[in-house]
């Protein structure tokens, strides 16, 4: 089992920066990928940003490409979504997310995740 467990929510004004955390522990020498995922209101659960395990390889949605950057520290076992430039639209509860090498090759896809925290709110407001 893997446990994740995300930090740095809160409530800022557009155009202020918030920096998430997600600590990692149990067997997290399994995990490979590490996810952010968003969901707001409404709305199905959405891709935000992943990062390799060698952090060599970071992937992003297009809306926050250029305002957030994903990090990997393996030793600290902890993962970090600094998110700068923020909009409205980015309010959502953020989720982190954990994958264990297998058959799937994707990573934008919340089915692609076996181990998921339990969330933190963002909030921007205008």
């Known amino acids: 089992q893997v446990q994740l467990v995300e930090s740095g929510g809160g409530s800022v004004q557009a155009g202020g920066s918030l920096r998430l955390s997600c600590a990692a522990s149990?067997?997290?020498?399994?995990?490979?990928?590490m996810g952010w995922f968003r969901q707001a209101p409404g709305n199905e659960r959405e891709f935000v940003a992943a990062?390799?395990?060698?952090?060599?390889?970071?992937y992003y949605v297009d809306s926050i490409k250029g305002r957030f950057t994903v990090s990997r520290d393996n030793t600290k076992n902890t993962v970090t979504l600094q998110m700068n430039s923020l909009k409205p639209e980015d309010t959502a509860i953020y989720y982190c997310?954990?994958?264990?090498?297998?058959?799937?090759?994707?990573?934008?896809?919340?089915?692609?995740?076996?181990?998921w925290g339990q969330g933190t709110q963002v909030t921007v407001s205008s």
């Open positions: 997310a954990a994958r264990i090498p297998g058959s799937r090759s994707s990573v934008y896809y919340a089915n692609d995740y076996d181990y």
């Open positions: 149990g067997r997290i020498f399994r995990v490979d990928v």
């Open positions: 990062i390799g395990r060698t952090s060599n390889t970071t």
